[in-house]
């Protein structure tokens, strides 16, 4: 058996942490489908498997330096896992991964494979000298604490959700979280302070027994100090966290608040998750026998949900239309699922309409501009995605053309994940030519690693699909060196398998802000060739500058007053 991971030591709930984001394994399983079904899962494969990962148009980074184990943990974590794929006795797409990959609805896709990850199983392996303390399907019970409390907040997830090991300590944990919310009223410390106690009391109640026998050594360091011990169990704690949030979020059950960074259920789906949670055996199953627990796991119809029904489709469809139910009824499970999900759909396209006329109206201009503070501020939950969506209201606000995010919104109009890896975040159409907009909070080296060769890649990729005239813009809180002497580099540089030039150019945070607010006070509407001026100013100054930081200082001096 090839293990998902080792539980031994483990003292709290386990969830997968890669990829971070669910819907990232989508063009992973599909090489591993398309180049490597029917083959060994041994060293020679994985290694050629990364490879053909690093070349793909998604793929994120610079690659790994151990290829074999980089594939590994990223085939055997999720795909593996939650019943994506199978890797014994060869590789193989199971009939829920080839759901996940062809299913239009692909939120209840991953719904269902949540709702069967389990501890124990038989993918997840403990030293036999060890009891046994888990008893518990995670995610389904992380589902049931939301619903209990209406909102659950991220810290409460970490410190309390966490701690959840077995389903029937389920009591034990509310009780948890409602004291901490009384103590939380009473403190005069300050929430920082005052949660971070609380985590270190955490750690030490929760490994008492490895600390009192001296079990502080971890195999990432030497440091066997309790203080290490502390820190280090804390940062997994936090991993884990994030990743169960992220994974939640990506059902399309629950809502996340930014700034509060906690979790709601939808109201919409309330009925759907009442089903579940008073439908669904708490109860791991098959944890001994591997056979069974395969077929229950990639089975792409199990557990049965609430609009499995067809009474309850129908339902849910006359919610959004109401169309005759003599005429509904006539139809098939499947072909109701297709109606709902297109009835969501056209929902969603009206709202983020809705959304765009209030922006080009410049209604939420107050409303960005506090994003933008709390993204500075680190007040949000995911700074990344937010940074993405308000970029995007921004561009659309600041002047004319089609302005798309790449990113993906939830029923509600509300973003959930940032942009895959083989396109630009924003793609703005401004007629006679094109613009991609790139953004990103990395900072320092990682910044050039993570963004130079596929931001440029991205560009190319509009000037070659649009077949005519485009730049880019990159915004981040600080420009590294790096990137600023690449994107010079690149304005004067022919390369055909870029398109020719290209025109990028960086700008920090503060100047993109202050870009917006120039939009927002000039007494006429910004027009397409305010931004040309813009990339076309680059270009000529990148021709006649002495250096990159010449060009760059220049360039960022006419962002300032772009519209002077």
Known sequence: ???????????????????????????????????????????????????????????????AKDLAFAARDRVTRSPKALGFVSLKPNISITEAGKEFLHSKNKEEVL?????????????HTKSANEDNIFNVKPYLEIFRLIQKFGSL???????????MTDYNRFDEVVNKIENFRIERRKTTDSYKVFRGKY????????????????????????????????????STMRDYTDACFRYIRATGMVNISQRGKSLSIVPEKKEEMEFILNSIDKQPIFAEDEEKYKKYLFNPLLPKLFTDDVENLIKKIQEYDRLPYDELKKLSVLELKDKLYVLRENRKVDILDSQVKSIKDYKRYDDIVNVFTDIKNKDLYDIPLMLEWNTWRAMTMIDGGHIVANLKFDDNGEPMSTAQGNIADIVCDYGDFGLTVEVTMASGARQYEMEGEPVTRHLAKLKKDSDKNAYCLFVAPKINE????????????????????????????????????????ADYIPNPKHVENLFKYSQDIANNSVDEQEWYSKVTEKALNWLA
């Open 199 to 234: 985590l270190q009391k955490i750690v030490l109640e929760i490994f008492a027994e490895d600390i009192k026998n001296g079990r502080t050594k971890l195999r990432e360091s030497n440091d066997s100090s309790i203080k290490n011990f502390v820190k280090t169990k804390a």
């Open 111 to 123: 719904l269902r494979q949540l709702l069967k990850f389990q501890l124990p199983s038989p993918y």
């Open 482 to 521: 790096a990137c600023i002497s690449h994107f010079y580099m690149l304005h004067k540089t022919n390369i055909k398998f870029y398109g020719g030039k290209s025109v990028i150019v960086p700008v920090e945070l503060s100047t993109f802000e202050k870009m917006l607010e120039d939009s927002y006070k």
């Open 153 to 163: 907040s991220f810290d409460e997830v970490m410190l309390f959700g966490l701690q």
């Open 1 to 63: 058996m090839i293990s998902v991971a080792n539980l031994t030591g483990s003292r709290y709930l386990f969830f997968t942490t890669s990829p971070r984001t669910p819907m990232k394994m989508l063009p992973e399983i599909e090489v591993l489908f398309n180049e490597f079904e029917g083959k060994e899962w041994n060293t020679d494969n994985q290694i050629k498997f990364m490879e053909s990962l690093v070349k793909g148009d998604f793929f994120e980074g610079t690659g």
